[in-house]
Every structure is written in C-alpha cells, then in structure tokens.
C-alpha cells in the first residue's frame, strides 16, 4: 500500500545473525526501491526484514558466487 511519509528500517543478517546491513528513511514517494550491493557478501542465505511503521516483512535471499 502507500508508504509515502513511512518510516522503512531494512536489516539483512548474515546466516550467523550477524548485521551486515541497516538502513532507515522516510519515504518521501509512494513507489519506494532500496538497491543493494551484496557483491562483498560470502555465499549463503541471508534474512531481510523489512518494517513499514508498525507493518513488519521477513524474507530470505541466496548469494551465490
């Protein structure tokens, strides 16, 4: 839905629960879209949660090298 005036925090976290990436903003559009460059990034799956003020999302992803 609208996130416009939102507060978006972003954590990925490594397969040990290490943070190894953290941002928070207020979206200033509705169409949000954060790039991430996971090329320093080892191999393996790592968490994304993703909240939109109270709003919470938790997916995984897979590096591969």
Same mark, same amino acid.
């Given at each position: 839905?609208?996130?416009?005036? &939102?507060? +978006?925090? +972003?954590? *990925?976290?490594?397969?040990?629960?290490?943070?190894?990436? #953290?941002?928070?903003?207020?979206?200033? +559009?509705?169409?949000?879209?954060?790039?991430? #460059?996971?090329? &320093?990034?080892?191999?393996? *799956?790592?968490?994304? &949660?993703?909240?939109?003020?109270?709003? &919470?999302?938790?997916?995984? *992803?897979?590096? *591969?090298?």
């Amino acid at each position: 839905s609208h996130v416009i005036n &939102k507060t +978006i925090s +972003i954590v *990925i976290m490594n397969p040990y629960g290490q943070i190894v990436y #953290r941002d928070q903003q207020v979206a200033a +559009i509705n169409n949000y879209l954060q790039l991430f #460059r996971l090329g &320093k990034l080892a191999a393996g *799956i790592y968490m994304v &949660k993703i909240a939109v003020d109270e709003e &919470k999302y938790v997916r995984s *992803i897979l590096r *591969i090298n």
